[in-house]
């Protein structure tokens, strides 16, 4: 039975003496990179500029990682505001003595939120469709990437399960820890590369991509059901929640599910796309 435990004890960067690369960096980036080539496709075949995909990719790149940051801190760690406020912002902690930690701490929720406000601006400035047309496309990459953040979660040993109680999961030596864990991290990551399948089936096999807003309701209603059931295998985040029915992230994740059912089922664009 033991064949189904794993101890987990990786090694989290690579010491340059000058500086240290997380391997937690490095899922960001193949995320990004993976996000551009996929979204560049989609571009040409949609007949858009490369010069309105470089914008794009700016415009995604700072919006997701400030709202994660952002929204980890408002979601979960609040006190970062008045205890080490720069750090919120800048990849290095200054309470206790200065350190580069990379960003560390960022929240899906907030990075979902941030992303549809830099889309508007992003379409305000240069595209000049409308909101849902590129939400309903940008949604294809967005889910692969969260496939590698969980990755990297699991390789930073954050974000853990709970206990198994069984021989069953994952110990997370780091941790100093002997018993072993849901790696909800993994299930979660899995899950997210069949989100990102049917919504890339969807939108090259199908006509759904022409109904305005179906693809971004499409992937709201399957990533955050996904974080809704995975949640129930984790750890709380904040241990003051710890005895909450639903976690902060399965409450947060409730009105995005039924954002997505609204765009899927029920919202009607003014205008049709030609």
């Not at 750090?87 to 930690?101: A, N, V, Y």
Request: net charge positive; hydrophobic share 50%; glycine share 6%.
């Amino acid at each position: 039975m033991f064949l189904l435990q794993m101890d987990w004890d990786p090694i989290k960067y690579i010491d340059l003496s000058f500086f240290k690369l997380h391997f937690y960096s490095m899922m960001w980036i193949i995320a990004f990179i993976l996000g551009f080539y996929i979204t560049k496709r989609i571009y040409r075949n949609e007949g858009q500029s490369d010069e309105s995909l470089d914008s794009l990719f700016i415009y995604s790149v700072l919006g997701i990682m400030l709202g994660a940051r952002l929204g980890h801190v408002i979601f979960y760690q609040s006190e970062l505001i008045t205890e080490d406020f720069f750090s919120i912002f800048l990849p290095f902690k200054f309470k206790g003595g200065f350190e580069f930690t990379g960003f560390q701490g960022l929240a899906s929720h907030g990075a979902a939120i941030a992303m549809i406000i830099s889309m508007y601006i992003y379409n305000k400035k240069v595209l000049h469709k409308t909101v849902l047309w590129i939400l309903d496309r940008v949604v294809i990459p967005v889910a692969l990437g969260a496939v590698f953040v969980r990755i990297g979660n699991f390789i930073n040993s954050e974000i853990i399960g709970k206990y198994t109680n069984s021989d069953f999961g994952v110990v997370f030596v780091q941790l100093n820890e002997t018993k072993p864990r849901h790696p909800s991290q993994l299930y979660e990551a899995f899950c997210y590369v069949f989100v990102f399948l049917i919504l890339f089936y969807f939108y090259w096999k199908t006509k759904k991509s022409e109904q305005l807003g179906f693809l971004f309701g499409l992937f709201l209603v399957l990533l955050w059901s996904v974080r809704f059931v995975v949640e129930f295998t984790k750890e709380a985040q904040n241990i003051e929640r710890a005895d909450w029915v639903l976690n902060t992230g399965q409450l947060l994740s409730i009105p995005f599910i039924f954002i997505g059912l609204y765009f899927m089922f029920i919202y009607k664009p003014k205008t049709t796309l030609s």
